[in-house]
């Protein structure tokens, strides 16, 4: 009898998971050589916090911009941030917060030489659902805008953005025939992406 009553949630459970779905803009942010840094800083005998708020700072500034062109933080992930941008937003605007985020840093006199904060960034969007198991956040996306957008980002470099496809086909209907291009130079690659396939994406330096 227990497992009728599950039986009969189930369709309760899968509306509710349908149902609160969305199309979003996903933004992944990645402060680069981190992991290194702070093994430098184990070497050098340098003090935990050395290199703890080298990565607050990278993490706070970011999320500070992505709330300015009115994206939502999801979470850190170490030394990474997960954010995303309603259906309605200007697709250029996510470009333009990810260049920010990567340029943000250069005026920071304490951070110069080999602490010099440098990030990467990938833009995916497409259709998510909320993935959210803890009350604090609203909505976690996932799906498989997410799943490439992160995997994009592995590819990137630092000082670099790649976005998807999908990404391209909406910022670039703004423009004239080839205007988005001619502005930001972008480069066209392709990869096999684990789990995803074979994936064109795009590739601008900042």
Not at 11 to 20: A, F, I, K, R
């Amino acid at each position: 009898m227990k497992r009728n009553k599950n039986v009969q949630l189930l369709p309760q459970l899968v509306e509710s998971v349908v149902g609160d779905s969305a199309d979003l803009f996903i933004l992944f942010v990645d402060l680069c050589g981190s992991t290194e840094y702070k093994q430098n800083c184990i070497i050098l005998k340098q003090p935990d916090l050395t290199w703890i708020f080298r990565q607050l700072i990278f993490l706070q500034r970011a999320a500070c911009i992505v709330t300015k062109y009115e994206g939502v933080v999801v979470k850190t992930i170490g030394d990474e941030i997960f954010a995303f941008f309603e259906a309605t937003t200007n697709p250029e605007y996510v470009l333009k917060c990810a260049i920010e985020i990567i340029q943000g840093y250069g005026n920071l006199k304490a951070y110069k030489g080999p602490s010099k904060i440098e990030a990467k960034a990938s833009i995916d969007f497409g259709p998510t659902y909320n993935g959210s198991i803890v009350d604090t956040v609203e909505f976690d996306p996932i799906g498989l805008p997410v799943d490439r957008c992160a995997r994009l980002n592995s590819l990137a470099k630092k000082n670099e953005i790649v976005f998807s496809e999908a990404f391209l086909s909406l910022v670039a209907a703004i423009y004239p025939p080839n205007g988005f291009k001619h502005k930001y130079g972008y480069y066209t690659h392709s990869e096999n992406l684990k789990g995803v396939g074979q994936t064109k994406y795009f590739r601008i330096a900042t």
